[in-house]
Every structure is written in C-alpha cells, then in structure tokens.
C-alpha cells in the first residue's frame, strides 16, 4: 500500500500536465498509482492508444479518461463481535428446541422397526418349535400356570422353570451372540430400567435369562408371577414373557421407549404382546406416562404399536 500524502501530490502532478500536453506525457505518477492499485501489472490507455508497463495481468483506464482516482472513505464489511455472540446465540437456541424432536423421530422410526423385526425373528422360533413339539399348549410349560412355591425357594423355581422353557423352545432357533445365562442384569452389565415418569421397573439386581442376538438386539427371559394373594408364604407362576430391549445396553432404558413385552399364549398358540386384545383407546393410555397408575401398565406400549403396523405414530405417548 501507498501512503496516502504520495498518492495525493501525484494525482496533483498529474492532473497538471495540462489539457494541451501529450496523452502520455507525464506517465510516471499514473503508472506509480496504477502499479500500487493493481499488485499484478497495468497496461494505461488513452482514446485507444496505449503504453504496455508490461504484458501481465491489466489495470486500463476508460476511453477518455485522465487520471485515477480513490474514494477518501473505504468502509470494510466485517461483523462485530456483538454481532457474532449474538448469531451464536440464536443457532445454539434453535438447536436446542429441534435437536431433541430430530432424536426423538429418528429414535421412534428406528426402534418400531427393530422391535418389528425381533418380534419377526421370535415368532419364526416359536413355529419351528411348533414344528418340533406341536401346538404350545403341548409344551408343557402351562402345567405350571397356577402353580405355587414357597417364597423361600421361589428365585430356585423361576430359574428351573426359565432355564427349561428358553433352552428347549427358542435358544435352538436363535442367532445368539453372547448368553449370560440366568443371571441379574448388573452381572451381564446392564442397568436398572425406569418406567417414563422415572419409576424404577426392574432393577439390575433382578435375575433373568440373558440372550444377546447378533443384531444388537438383547432378550431377557422369565417366568411371570407374584405372590399368591391367599397365600403370602407362596409363589404363583403364571407363563413366560420375553422382554425386547431393542438397542441393548444403550439409553434410554425406558419400558415403552426401547424395552417392550411378549408373552407366549397357549390360548393364541403364538407369541402376542401384552394387552394384544384391548382397543387402542385402552392402551394408548395405559402406554402414556402416569406417575399414578401402575408401572405394569406401559407393558401394554408393545401391544400398541403392533396395532399401528409396528410404527411408531406421532401421537404415540413417548
């Protein structure tokens, strides 16, 4: 860059050269200036004649034109730091109000089509079972509906019983990549499961039959049951369930976000989910977060989104 009192006292020098004098007669403030605007290098004309300064990049002057000029206020474009804090800002709020709705959806239409597919794949172990050992009220397990133990020895039973049904009915027709056998969750290293209002569901300190698959898709199996309302010194069992978590150790953890419920009915000769034969008013709302109801009553959230064709609807309660 040229200092601005130089660049002043040439342009004055040039401009009095004189109307009469040559065209080219006092070229060398011109070209000083044309040199210092054009870092490359200028080629001056005048009414169509002109001096080469050299044969590179060109600067030319307008047909006609005398001098060159420069206006005396330049004004750079550039952003405050005000300004850029406060751009900032309002990228990182509108993020914050979308990126949660952008996880949500992706989290619904991926987790409906993994729970999709495992209800697929355990359906299709239930029918080669079938095929080996006939209808499911011919397994035997419903024996066991209705039965009692002493609560003292109830864990030993549920274990028997688990062990028997998930080694026997599905683990043959199962792509299993790791089994932890019957043990509690923390032992397989995963955590406790909520419910959504934050209701713990089952511990890692509950005991279950533990399968992953070689899709990432973890079964966790057992027997229903609770005590016998006549009896508190008993242990009712009723039939197997098979919860589905269906992106394994991973968040949120939630029953009716990524862990759901089936069950095998001797009755339906298939594996159903929970609640499969309520309406869809019922178990939309036993699916919906509510801190008074009861934790079982997101079970039915499997049951639900099979009525929606395994989707996961935008009014579904999530």
């Not at 200036?33 to 030319?60: E, Q, Y």
């Not at 080694?167 to 959504?196: H, I, M, W």
Request: hydrophobic share 35%; with cysteine; charged share 20%.
């Amino acid at each position: 860059m040229w200092e601005r009192k130089e660049f002043l006292n040439e342009r004055s020098e040039f401009r009095n050269s004189g109307e009469g004098s040559e065209p080219f007669a006092n070229l060398k403030p011109l070209t000083r200036i044309c040199s210092s605007l054009c870092s490359h290098n200028c080629v001056l004309s005048h009414k169509g004649r002109g001096k080469v300064i050299d044969k590179k990049a060109t600067f030319t002057l307008a047909e006609g034109a005398t001098h060159v000029d420069i206006f005396d206020n330049i004004r750079r474009a550039a952003f405050t730091l005000a300004e850029v804090l406060i751009t900032l800002a309002i990228i990182g709020i509108v993020a914050a109000m979308t990126i949660p709705t952008l996880i949500s959806k992706y989290q619904k239409r991926e987790f409906g089509t993994r729970l999709a597919q495992t209800y697929s794949t355990l359906s299709n172990a239930v029918k080669m079972a079938q095929v080996e050992y006939g209808d499911v009220s011919r397994w035997g397990y419903q024996s066991l509906y209705g039965s009692s133990v002493d609560t003292s020895n109830w864990l030993d039973a549920q274990k028997e019983y688990t062990v028997n049904f998930t080694e026997k009915f599905f683990l043959p027709y199962l792509r299993v990549a790791k089994n932890y056998g019957f043990v509690q969750s923390k032992d397989a290293g995963y955590p406790e499961y909520t419910t959504k209002d934050g209701r713990i569901y089952f511990s890692n300190y509950t005991s279950r039959y533990i399968v992953e698959l070689n899709n990432g898709i973890t079964l966790f199996f057992a027997y229903n049951g609770g005590r016998d309302s006549n009896d508190e010194t008993k242990f009712v069992f009723s039939t197997p369930i098979i919860f589905v978590d269906v992106n394994a150790k991973k968040g949120p953890n939630v029953l009716g976000r990524d862990l759901f419920m089936f069950q095998v009915s001797a009755i339906q000769n298939k594996l159903v989910p929970y609640g499969y034969e309520k309406s869809r008013s019922v178990l939309s709302d036993l699916c919906r977060e509510n801190p008074a109801g009861s934790i079982y009553d997101a079970l039915a959230c499997a049951a639900l989104i099979q009525l929606d064709g395994w989707k996961i609807t935008d009014d579904y309660p999530w």
